[in-house]
């Protein structure tokens, strides 16, 4: 068996470095002849991967920061023959916004994985929610290390508890020392020692024992208390000494610099055992109770230490039973009390060393290592052979039910909000008939899944919004504030061609309410002379699906007929001057919403005779394919610069509307010429709003029915304004209606798909293969 251990490693001064260690030779020590060729992919917290001078058990370095490492460590792993790999998690050492890096890793990562939660929140916030949740669901297997991590993991993270399972922190399993030699070895012959280890940092709660020390130095004037450790790094570079220092000050200031002894190192763990062992009494003092995991309390136990602690949770499990005393948070008299009470009283503090080292030799790392070798082996699963050609599936994490409640939320009576601040609707910004065409769409798309009133609800608002910004002229304002006074003169053609768009789809929607198709009829006739106006590209080609929708119901309509011909002729043009044999588009480069222009030539190919216009839309697709899904999974054209062309794609910042206009057109693709390829590639474009993206974390909330504003090199947006959510609910929708025609068509459908490139489709293949079916709700 051959296991990839992703964490941060020695000789890096970090806990978790020490903990994968020890793992790693606790489970080759049960696994002797099965381990060879195990490896470690190190995670450093600089950009010089040369920062630390690693073991030959290093393969592969991933700078923290650097998000192209995490995709490529796991390309490295998934080539390298490993079993499993085993990722220790915690916040701090991973790259991105809560360290959302290392969801890239494990969307990219092809062999299945365990991940061990040094840390899991009680509250936490959105993106670390998100994380955890993400890391849970995928892996085969969750290792925490109490009781109440898997009641935190099931509650508040939704995990199944089949998932969970419980190891607690190894302990090193030294023998134990002669204490008169030690205690003469630190020079406390005479003394009575406190001690507290671990990286130094605020919410450590050290100087509640430093304000405890005068009255107990009064009573035990032999008293020393030792903190050992160094002053953790983050902290170190952010704010320097100054919290070590203020440790010293405070102090001084009461009196008891004399017996307060600071070793800032960071100790081997056999000297560690040595100064436990020696210790009289063993403190951790820690301000929260929100601490799932302590190493250092792990420690203490497993070397017989007395303990006195404040009840953070790992406490409260790991010394019941006596195995230690409590005092309340930064309560330094109550503190005083048990301590003195300890040193007075010998055989109190007798009792809880010998419960603690009983109880300790099942924490010890053999034992340990035990547990995770028969984990590992247990969730060691080998790969099926795959099938040459397989379908996409929906995200393994399954397809979410369809959910409006965010689309609620952001409608009041007047129509849909454009912003949020986070998932609550933004007022102050007021609204777009951008979005209000949007949301129109949207309800008619998913008009199976609305219930009927509600969706009537929804269209009556959509649809006012339209008629009280049209124009005298019967062109639209755009913008509207809260208090409902328009911002614009008039709007921009994209808002133009998506509201031609909405009222199309409605007036070809055959379970429309007529009173709403009278009024979208009259805003469509009213809006019709601006047709001829249109000059940019995606103006033209969000009317040229609404009037192809709306010539679908009105085929003898043919001064509509001609207006598909004219408006197709547009997009025609423009390919043929843009495009050459590298670069087969419209205009010279990539920006927003690109699906929407290949799009609207296919629902123009519906209606007009012209088999050039289909030929153009399927080259343009797949060179839209091949550039924004060369990796398996759909990169979307960033916005940090568009893609221009002999210039380089930019990856961020990924918008949702972007992979709502690609599944789109994927679909109409597979309509249109019923090849599989383009239902697949549907799907792994939708799979982006679930977690398969450059980021590897979803974009869709299933907390709010929301989806984040889109996707940076930190992670999402966690704004869920209209634009986006609108986008994923369109593309879910969108899904949704093709998969159930194709499970309505049944194995009809699979003798009527056949697999040839795009350009060389003849027209007697497009009238056998065509079947006409249409998506329009």
């Not at 701090?92 to 969801?103: A, P, T, V």
């Not at 953790?232 to 009196?255: D, M, S």
């Not at 409608?411 to 007021?430: A, S």
Request: hydrophobic share 40%; aromatic share 12%; proline share 4%.
């Amino acid at each position: 068996m051959k296991i990839a251990y992703l964490s941060s490693y020695q000789p890096r001064k970090c806990g978790l470095a020490t903990f994968n260690d020890n793992l790693i030779k606790a489970v080759n020590f049960h696994i002797p002849f099965e381990h060879y060729g195990s490896f470690v992919v190190a995670l450093n917290d600089s950009d010089n991967r040369s920062q630390y001078h690693y073991s030959d058990d290093v393969r592969y370095v991933i700078r923290q920061e650097n998000n192209a490492d995490y995709e490529d460590a796991a390309e490295f792993i998934n080539q390298s023959g490993a079993d499993l790999c085993c990722i220790q998690h915690e916040f701090g050492i991973y790259g991105g916004e809560s360290g959302m890096y290392l969801l890239a890793f494990t969307r990219s990562l092809k062999i299945p994985f365990v991940v061990i939660f040094h840390t899991v929140l009680e509250s936490p916030d959105a993106a670390k929610h998100m994380i955890v949740k993400m890391l849970a669901q995928q892996a085969a297997r969750v290792i925490v290390m109490s009781k109440k991590a898997v009641q935190l993991l099931k509650e508040v993270y939704a995990i199944a508890p089949s998932k969970l399972q419980v190891i607690p922190h190894g302990v090193p399993d030294f023998p134990r020392p002669n204490r008169t030699q030690l205690r003469k070895k630190f020079q406390l012959q005479g003394k009575r020692m406190l001690l507290t280890f671990g990286l130094i940092s605020p919410n450590k709660g050290l100087e509640t024992v430093i304000r405890a020390l005068p009255d107990l130095c009064r009573l035990h004037p032999n008293l020393v208390y030792l903190i050992l450790g160094k002053t953790h790094p983050h902290i170190e570079r952010q704010h320097g000494l100054a919290y070590l220092t203020g440790l010293r000050q405070l102090a001084q200031q009461l009196g008891v610099d004399q017996h307060v002894r600071f070793i800032s190192d960071f100790v081997s763990e056999k000297e560690l055992h040595e100064y436990l062992t020696a210790c009289d009494l063993y403190i951790t003092p820690y301000l929260h109770k929100e601490q799932i995991t302590s190493g250092t309390l792990s420690y203490a136990v497993g070397a017989g230490a007395a303990v006195v602690s404040t009840p953070y949770w790992h406490a409260q499990e790991l010394l019941e039973g006596g195995r230690g005393r409590f005092f309340e948070f930064n309560n330094d008299k109550q503190l005083h009390q048990i301590i003195d009470e300890l040193l007075t009283r010998p055989q109190a503090r007798h009792a809880l060393q010998a419960n603690a080292h009983h109880y300790g030799l099942s924490l010890r790392w053999p034992v340990v290592g035990g547990a995770y070798a028969e984990l590992f082996r247990a969730c060691r699963v080998k790969p099926a052979l795959q099938p040459e050609e397989q379908d996409v599936i929906v995200h393994t994490l399954g397809f979410p039910k369809f959910n409006t409640a965010h689309l609620i939320r952001l409608t009041d009576d007047t129509g849909i909000f454009q912003h949020c601040r986070y998932g609550i609707p933004n007022r102050k910004e007021g609204y777009c008939l951008d979005d209000n065409a949007r949301a129109l769409m949207t309800v008619l798309t998913a008009i199976k899944g609305i219930e009927k009133r509600e969706a009537d609800r929804l269209m009556a608002i959509y649809l006012a919004y339209m008629q009280y910004m049209q124009l005298p002229d019967g062109n639209f304002h755009n913008f509207l504030s809260y208090s409902r006074q328009y911002l614009d003169a008039a709007g921009s053609e994209d808002a133009f061609g998506r509201t031609i768009w909405a009222l199309g789809q409605l007036l070809s929607c055959t379970g429309a309410n007529p009173a709403f198709k009278a009024l979208a009829y009259e805003l469509f006739s009213n809006a019709t002379p601006h047709f001829q106006q249109l000059t940019h590209l995606r103006g033209i080609a969000n009317t040229l699906i609404g009037i192809s929708y709306y010539a679908f119901v009105h085929p003898d309509d043919l001064r509509m007929v001609d207006e598909i011909r004219r408006l197709a002729d547009l997009l025609k043009s423009a390919y043929y001057s843009a495009s050459s044999e590298d670069w087969r588009w419209f205009e010279d480069k990539l920006t927003y919403d690109n699906g929407i222009i290949p799009l609207a030539l296919l629902y123009a190919y519906e209606i007009v005779s012209d088999d050039e216009l289909e030929y153009i839309a399927l080259d343009a697709t797949g060179f839209l394919r091949d550039t924004t899904m060369a990796n398996g999974y759909l990169t979307p054209v960033g916005n940090q610069g568009w893609y221009n062309k002999g210039g380089h794609l930019p990856a961020y910042d990924q918008q949702a509307i972007d992979t709502a206009a690609t599944v789109l057109l994927f679909a109409k693709a597979y309509q249109t010429t019923r090849q599989i390829s383009y239902r697949n590639d549907m799907i792994t474009a939708f799979n982006w709003f679930l977690g398969t993206n450059s980021v590897g974390a979803p974009l869709y909330d299933p907390e709010t029915g929301g989806c984040y504003d889109g996707l940076s090199t930190a992670g999402p947006n966690l704004n869920q304004g209209a634009e986006s959510t609108l986008a994923y609910l369109m593309a879910h929708a969108t899904v949704a209606n093709v998969l159930q025609v194709q499970e309505a068509e049944g194995s009809v459908f699979a003798d009527a798909v056949v697999k040839l490139d795009n350009r060389e489709f003849s027209s007697h293949l497009r009238s056998t293969v065509r079947k006409g079916v249409r998506f329009t709700g």
